[in-house]
């Protein structure tokens, strides 16, 4: 099974959780880019749109706002269809706790994958100030 990593990164943090899961199981990155990354933007323009072409998919954002990343909903929502795949999916976020936005990012990812007939294996919170680098080595590990 082919995999590859599809993020959104603003600060530099998922990308790096995205590093270290690619080294890990010698999978591609790809990033999704916008003409402009503010997070206040409702409706960004996308410049990069990685194919989705792996039977296996990770996508993985930070949470801006306790939502979903504008950028990675916009590019989630106009993904063909994932029937046949299966995806794993990973936040990173500031707060302490994962109800503090990072369930509800998750939440709106998995809808927008299954909506696009994705299959989810496995999700992953990354609080950044709290356990990080437990949660990373659980993650890449397991």
Not at 11 to 27: D, F
Not at 38 to 56: E, G, K, Q, R
Not at 75 to 102: N, Q, R
């Amino acid at each position: 099974m082919n995999t590859k990593i599809i993020i959104y990164s603003k600060t530099g943090n998922t990308l790096s959780v995205a590093e270290r899961l690619s080294e890990a199981i010698n999978a591609p990155i790809e990033r999704v880019e916008a003409e402009d990354d503010n997070p206040n933007i409702s409706h960004p323009v996308l410049t990069v749109t990685p194919a989705v072409d792996a039977d296996h998919i990770v996508f993985a954002s930070p949470v801006h706002g306790f939502q979903l990343a504008q950028i990675m909903r916009c590019y989630l929502e106009g993904l063909p269809d994932l029937s046949g795949k299966t995806v794993d999916l990973f936040i990173t976020h500031a707060f302490p706790f994962c109800w503090m936005g990072g369930h509800m990012a998750l939440r709106q990812m998995k809808k927008l994958v299954v909506k696009k007939n994705g299959k989810i294996k496995k999700v992953t919170c990354i609080n950044w100030s709290r356990k990080r680098e437990k949660t990373i080595n659980d993650m890449i590990g397991g």
